[in-house]
């Protein structure tokens, strides 16, 4: 029987991209120890440590690690295209076709800010994150999903920081 954390899931609040995250990852994590199965509990902490569940039994994270995987890819070949450079030996895994990390590194190649890239490499991971947790409410997908989300509104909000701290600096 799969374990479903109705009440968990249901008490989380709504992430969505650019916003502030509501709470702290190891906050979750904290919480999501004490009510989810160890099981359960140990693919939550792969996805957070970005280690793939070596079973295999998990569909949402060897769609994640897989995705992962293509992304990184196709921006080895982008930026080693840039140097001049064969991509080739830095290429990792078999190809995975997918279209959005296409339409990406397409996009990546006309912006000049790495601000603005990584931001739109995020909003790409997030994009996908949203297509995993399809048909997934109150199960340990639904949490793997919130978890990484989270990982990405807590990298947002350490950046933005740094930027307005140096902002400031620049100013005083």
Known sequence: MVDRYYYFA?????????SEPPQTLKEFLREARALMTPGDYTLLKNAVRQTDDPSGRNRTLREWFLYL?????????????????????????????ETSIRIL?????????PLTAEKLIDQTKWEKLEELSVGHYFDVDF???????????????IMD???GEEILEKIA
């Not at 249901?10 to 650019?18: E, I, K, Q």
């Not at 590194?105 to 800010?113: G, V």
């Not at 949490?143 to 909000?157: C, D, F, N």
């Open 143 to 157: 949490l793997i999903i919130y978890a990484l989300k989270l990982m990405i509104l807590e990298r947002w909000q």
């Open 69 to 97: 995987r293509a992304l990184k890819n196709e921006l080895v070949i982008m930026r080693a295209q840039q140097k001049g450079w064969d991509a080739h030996p830095y290429l990792k895994g078999e190809a995975y076709p």
């Open 161 to 163: 920081r740094k930027r």
């Open 10 to 18: 249901s008490s989380l609040p709504l992430l969505a991209f650019g």
């Open 105 to 113: 590194t397409a996009e990546l190649k006309r912006r000049s800010d």
